[in-house]
């Protein structure tokens, strides 16, 4: 019925009967054929070594097991002995044809390689598979009975779910921080109103991250877009599963052991985020929607008259004609790059969204529609008509975004916006959303035509493409913004995505809700996006839906002042949501945070250069810096996964929700090493804390031995600091910091044309040593001196340097040298007393 097991023994059937039974009660889809069993253990089995693995043959049935890199296999598997066609939407073509040498570990029962630090096992009846180390401890192992199961085209992979396994991606899914004991669906769903146990919603990024520690962490990906799904344990105790309801077998297992050696080659398999512009580091404002081009400037005023730093407004569908993608409204936004004009001199971005559909407007000058249907740009239905679906604009048509020509089309109708001055693109709606259907999406059978390099043409329906859909729309505005203004950096913001979008656009996790809990659920959201290779992400700051209280909204932008995107928006017919709508006292408290995000910049933009040069994430897990905290049981009910790092250095112990602010109380367990207290800088002498912050404080440590760079508060991202950049250096083993810049929006930097250095610190009973290293890059910064800020030291007897300035606060233990730009290799002593 459904195994790939290789055995006639009752028992062994009745186990498979269970689990189709099984599978039938879990999984909603049409009535299906149930499969042929596979063959048993007397069919034909052959096995053939190829260069950099080895393909195994029982029957009919092919799978090819090969090796991409040391640490990376590749699994596929063909029922009818034939793999389809090696393309991917996620996985980059250069990854899938990397290879390394494997030596063969072939018996009579098993066949397998080995290549510099894996074994590969693959039993020849069962195609059971078995991931292990080079001394054998195993990483992943396939379920011992039904490895591979089958209803109809439905296929499921189980495997074995240690007892002390964690995992964790599949990007924003709701829940707390790790999968395991949860099943999810894997289907963009446009999700408003979703809350805290929603699933499907925005995002299919079938990415898992598991492990239990330091030398055990590994990643799954498995490379099919039609409708998926994930289980940890839900359905079965010890074994969780993935599987989709048609489309190839095809999924990859990425070895550590280091959890952020999995993102890496997560990375590898499908890239990198881009660099985005410095602006969109910046705080973000927008709302649904600010009704005219006079409001807009209004709001710009408010953040310029209040000393609020700022450097990005949105503009929602209001400024449309008729709610028309890539029109203004003649009578409330006239002058749309007069707007802009006024925005870039008052140091704003502008921001506008642009959803993927079309309205239909025939014989109206409305040239998206025109040229869209001149040039066979759009979807049709399954009976060759175009199709159309009821959207914001009323009767609509949609982009076949896997065409290439057709993105290309789609990415020029961005020219008249970024010749007004438009710095963003807000691609929304694009799961794909439809009104007026149960589905809130458009049928199956409509039908897309990949004509794509690197994929053979061929027409194909919803069921294989929707879940790309919202990530090509991405790509298509990305490349269209990069072929309209080549050396402008575009900011692309996605609601919908897949595997691998993280390549064109940031993302935010959707329609979420003015309350605590999501509040509470943003942080897990945000860290599993940032595990799933969306580095850069935010949530609709102070929630979309509903009005916030003065406290939630408060904390809500203290805490997400550490976020890698800031915005705060909000739903049509709420009221205003702008940062000082609460009156003066929280005004001030949130200035501050903002002001402190803008102080932390050069920290903030040195984590976005290591983002999209490593794939490590800004905002970060802890497990990801402290592999033994990976093992933790995250969703029990004293640990959600509440706090998170910003880069290595930052931990933000985020307030436990719920209550009343004045009743915040909680333990705090800091990580293994040395802690400082961010905002006095004095070292804490114990590892378990006691907090209670009160609404104007979050509890934020540094970790010992981080040096971070830092600058005066400015009012957006475009301004020159005042004074010397600053470096803060936290005392303690392994002591060290790197700092990046560039000119911020251009790509100079690909060429040569930025700041790159890294600095360490030894620290001795009678002194600290900082070194400087060589300078990269020929980018020359803003500043012409540096101020080296000790944290908790004692008082200094004198420092060996030229042309030094120095102060010490005794009140907070701080000493500062204050010295020339150090661009070349040298070392700076600080004596102590």
């Known amino acids: 019925m459904i195994t790939a097991t290789a055995t006639t023994r009752p028992a062994k059937r009745l186990g498979i009967l269970a689990l189709g039974l099984l599978l039938l009660s879990t999984t909603v889809l049409p009535s299906a054929a149930i499969s042929a069993p596979l063959p048993t253990a007397e069919a034909a089995s052959s096995v053939t070594a190829l260069a950099n693995g080895v393909d195994v043959r029982v029957g009919a049935q092919l799978m090819r097991v090969t090796a991409l890199r040391d640490d990376i296999i590749r699994i596929r598997f063909a029922r009818d002995g034939v793999l389809p066609e090696d393309a991917s939407w996620a996985v980059l073509a250069d990854a899938r044809k990397s290879a390394v040498p494997t030596s063969s570990l072939t018996t009579d029962g098993l066949a397998g390689f080995a290549t510099s630090r894996l074994r590969v096992t693959i039993d020849r009846a069962s195609f059971r598979v078995v991931v292990a180390d080079k001394a054998g401890k195993v990483i992943s192992a396939d379920a011992p009975e039904a490895a591979l199961g089958f209803i109809g085209k439905q296929f499921t992979v189980r495997k074995l779910m240690p007892e002390s396994e964690r995992y964790f991606g599949l990007g924003d899914k709701t829940g707390g921080l790790d999968r395991r004991d949860h099943a999810f669906t894997l289907w963009n769903n446009d999700a408003y109103g979703f809350d805290t146990g929603s699933d499907p919603i925005y995002k299919s990024i079938p990415f898992v991250m598991a492990g239990s520690g330091a030398t055990s962490s590994y990643g799954i990906l498995m490379d099919n877009t039609f409708r998926s799904h994930f289980d940890f344990g839900k359905a079965e105790r010890d074994v ?3 599987g989709a309801e048609q489309g190839p077998i095809d999924y990859y297992i990425l070895y550590g052991p280091h959890p952020k050696a ?19 580091l910046g705080f973000q404002q927008s709302r649904y929607s600010y009704m005219s081009a ?20 949105f503009m929602d569908i209001d400024y449309q004609d008729r709610n028309r993608p890539f029109t203004t409204n003649p009578k409330t936004f006239p002058d749309l790059k007069g707007l802009m004009t006024d925005l870039r001199t008052e140091g704003f971005h502008a921001v506008t969204i642009v959803d993927m559909h079309v309205a239909a407007a025939a014989h109206q000058g409305y040239a998206p529609y025109d040229s869209g249907l001149a040039g066979d740009h759009l979807l049709h239905n399954n009976e060759g008509a175009v199709y159309v679906g009821k959207v914001w604009p009323g ?33 929304d709606m694009n799961e794909p959303a439809i009104f007026e259907r149960l589905d809130k999406t458009m049928p199956l059978t409509v039908q897309s035509r990949i004509d794509e390099p690197g994929f053979a043409p061929r027409t194909a329906t919803q069921a294989e493409v929707h879940n790309i859909y919202g990530m090509q729309n991405t790509r298509a505005t990305y490349e269209g913004l990069r072929a309209l203004d080549p050396n402008e950096r575009p900011y692309v913001l996605t609601r919908a995505s897949y595997a691998g979008g993280h390549r064109y656009a940031a993302t935010w996790t959707g329609d979420n809700q003015s309350t605590w ?5 943003a942080t897990p959201q945000l860290l599993n996006l940032g595990m799933s290779g969306f580095a850069y992400s935010g949530v609709d700051i102070g929630g979309y839906s509903g009005m916030p209280s003065p406290d939630l909204f408060t904390r809500w932008i ?6 890698p995107l800031m915005r705060a928006h909000s739903e049509s017919g709420m009221p205003d949501k702008e940062v000082w709508v609460h009156g003066d006292f929280h005004t001030a408290i949130r200035k501050h945070f903002i002001e402190e995000r803008y102080r932390l910049m050069p920290y903030l933009y040195t984590l976005a250069d290591e983002a999209a040069r490593s794939g490590i994430p800004m905002m970060r897990a802890e497990f990801l810096e402290f592999p033994e905290l990976m093992g933790r ?21 985020t307030p436990q929700m719920g209550g009343s602010v004045s009743e915040y109380r909680y333990d705090l367990e800091l990580p293994a090493g040395g802690w400082y207290d961010y905002w006095s800088g004095l070292k804490l002498d114990k590892k378990t804390l006691s907090l209670r912050p009160t609404i104007s404080e979050l509890p934020v440590f540094v970790r010992a031995g981080a040096i971070i760079p830092k600058q005066a508060v400015i009012q957006n991202t475009g301004e020159t600091p005042e004074g010397p950049l600053e470096l803060h250096v936290y005392p303690g083993a392994d002591c060290h910091g790197t700092l990046y810049l560039d000119d911020g929006h251009s790509y100079a930097f690909q060429h040569g044309d930025y700041l790159r250095q890294t600095f360490s610190c030894a620290v001795q009973s009678t002194q600290i040593t900082v070194h400087f290293n060589q300078r990269e890059g020929s980018f020359k910064p803003w500043w012409t001196k540096m101020a080296l800020i000790f944290h908790d030291v004692a ?20 000493y500062t040298l204050t010295i020339p730009d150090q661009a070349n290799a040298k070392s700076i002593v600080v004596p102590l007393r």
Do not use: C
């Open 633 to 653: 049981a995250f969703n029990s009910p004293s640990d959600k996964g509440d706090n998170f790092m910003l880069g290595a250095a930052l931990l933000v112990a």
């Open 262 to 280: 999995v993102l890496e080659g997560y990375a590898f398999l499908t890239g990198t985020p881009p660099l985005p512009p410095r602006w969109a």
């Open 795 to 814: 008082p200094v007897v004198g420092a060996t340097s030229d042309s030094a300035r120095t102060s010490y606060d005794q009140s907070r233990r701080t």
């Open 240 to 242: 969780y599963s993935f």
């Open 558 to 563: 203290q805490v997400h002042a550490f976020a």
């Open 395 to 427: 009767d609509a048509v949609f982009p076949d975004f896997t065409r290439a020509k057709s993105r290309a089309w789609f990415g020029g109708l961005y020219k008249d916006f970024m010749a007004a001055g438009v710095s963003g693109i807000w691609n």
């Open 517 to 521: 809990e999501h509040l509470k659920l």
């Open 294 to 313: 006079d409001r807009v400037r209004e709001i710009a005023q408010g953040f310029r008259s209040r000393k609020i730093p700022a450097d990005a407004i």
